[in-house]
């Protein structure tokens, strides 16, 4: 008998025994009620279902899926590169390995929202870890911030290697959810992942000073990951400013590039699936999905209607959640934050909403997110104004903090002073005499006086990010308030 009938029988059981004290008849005369087994989720095979069931089936799937096939496209591009490089010689590729920058990320690049330029980045893939571990180094960073980032197939973070967390320098390992050999002496410590494709972005904090530029190169060249197999025990460098350039995919607009097709996505979301496995209690949310994937495989109606779905849910769930008051929860005067970033679980709506927005979070401990588009009134920000943003105090960090200026779509808007974002890495900002600190935003200079504090915005709309990096509580818990936006 299987084991959810015997739990029903027993309980049918339990309640004929009341019943026989209450009538005073015996337990042998009363007859179970049968109950359905409830083993596998979903209708059978062949069940038919209506155009409206299937609308309804494939718009919850594309927004659980959404993050695991953009995620999942990207890997596929990174695993065709023969070797570490930069994909359109602008931003780290690799494959079972890591590229890394020598400075901050090229404003030019697209492929990715919400880069900064307060850290020298580095970003690889690695997959096939139950049969290879990757083994990486962590050089002595002294006293300068840094942090690891490993995310699973889901976006998920699952790792905790950094300054904060008081990771110490020497090699370590991280492995698939299969593998089981040895760890070799030397490895501190093993990183188990729960899915096959694991995604890698190291982030190094640097100043905005030449000097800094280049006391960073010896650490940077010090960072490396490599199969177990090339384990040695001795510390491995590379210098990452000779790295080759690869050809990036096909622009797809003036926006990030597009990671998830509509008109695909209902083809690629079967092999995902069974790359990335449920979570706990997501097995009848698999069931339920692959019931009408199943179905669209046999029926070209059910196909087509899940691909026209598939384009009304990217417009009209997708696409808003670029806007920024779509994402997380107000933070105060105006911003918006993620509650937990990173650390999605079956949070589906914020994971999309990141994934779409601001793909690859770090986790609140290491980075706290804080964003808007509109100023402290509720009016999106316009270039053709100048505002003043009015910190009373800046956020209370143990890393750095910065406030990124972005375009319409969350890339860097070119300027002759090459100025990005200011804060902890700017050594001339000018604060108030009460301590508080006035950064300016426009298009046009806010004056000789204040173009220090000055970011150069186009003239037209833009928005705002805080990073606040190794946050005190003040700012996860939002006590601190972000500063206010008001035009000039």
């Known amino acids: 008998m299987k084991p959810a009938m015997k739990h029903l029988t027993c309980t049918a059981c339990v309640i004929g025994v009341a ?31 209506t155009k409206e069931y299937v609308q309804m089936v494939g718009r919850m799937a594309y927004l659980w ?17 023969p070797e570490p490089g930069l994909l359109g010689g602008v931003l780290p590729i690799a494959h079972n390995a890591v590229a890394m920058l020598t400075n901050y990320v090229s404003p030019e690049q697209r492929f990715v929202t919400c880069t900064n330029q307060d850290v020298v980045y580095g970003f690889g893939f690695c997959d096939n870890l139950d049969k290879q571990p990757i083994v990486f180094q962590v050089p002595d960073f002294g006293d300068r911030f840094w942090v690891f980032a490993f995310y699973d197939a889901r976006t998920d973070e699952f790792s905790q290697i950094g300054k904060q967390y008081g990771t110490k320098p020497g090699f370590y390992m991280i492995v698939g959810p299969g593998w089981k050999g040895d760890t070799p002496a030397g490895i501190l410590a093993v990183l188990r992942t729960s899915t096959s494709v694991v995604a890698v972005a190291p982030r190094v904090f640097m100043d905005d000073t030449e000097a800094d530029h280049a006391a960073i190169q010896s650490v940077i060249s010090q960072i490396n990951f490599y199969p177990l197999s090339q384990f040695d025990g001795k510390m491995k460098t590379k ?8 050809p990036a995919p096909k622009p797809s607009g003036k926006g990030e590039t597009k990671w998830v097709n509509p008109e695909t996505f209902f083809d690629e979301l079967p092999a995902v699936m069974k790359q990335v496995p449920p979570l706990p209690g997501e097995e009848a949310l698999y069931d339920w999905i692959d019931s009408v994937l199943e179905a669209a495989a046999k029926d070209p109606r059910i196909k087509q209607t899940l691909t026209e779905t598939a384009a009304a849910a990217e417009r009209e769930i997708i696409d808003p959640f670029f806007q920024w008051r779509y994402n997380g929860r107000p933070a105060g005067n105006g911003w918006n934050s ?42 999106q920000l316009n270039g053709r104004n100048t505002y003043a943003v009015t910190f009373a105090k800046v956020p209370p960090v143990k890393g750095f903090w910065s406030l990124t200026l972005y375009n319409d779509v969350h890339f860097f808007n070119p300027n002759p002073l090459k100025r ?13 005499a009460d301590g508080s600190l006035t950064l300016y935003a426009g298009a046009k200079s806010p004056g000789a006086d204040k ?7 186009l003239e037209g709309t833009f928005s705002l990010y805080i990073r606040a990096y190794w946050a005190e509580p003040a700012v996860i818990d939002a006590t601190w308030q972000p500063p206010t936006i008001k035009m000039m």
């Open 19 to 49: 019943l026989a004290m209450l009538t005073g008849s015996t337990p042998a005369q009363q007859v179970p009620i049968p109950q359905p087994a409830v083993e596998v989720p979903g209708p059978a095979p062949g069940t038919a279902m």
């Open 338 to 379: 993620p509650v937990d970033g990173a650390r999605w679980g079956t949070d589906y709506l914020n994971r999309a909403a990141t994934a779409k927005s601001n793909m690859y979070d770090n986790l609140p401990e290491e980075t706290k997110y804080i964003y808007t588009d509109d100023d402290s009134s509720g009016k």
């Open 65 to 81: 899926g959404w993050p695991l096939v953009d995620n999942a496209n990207r890997h596929k591009v990174f695993s065709e590169a």
């Open 239 to 246: 210098d990452w400013s000779k790295l080759p350039h690869f």
């Open 420 to 432: 990005y974002s200011l804060g902890t890495k700017n050594k001339t900002l000018k604060f108030n």
């Open 451 to 457: 173009e220090t504090n000055w970011l150069p915005a």
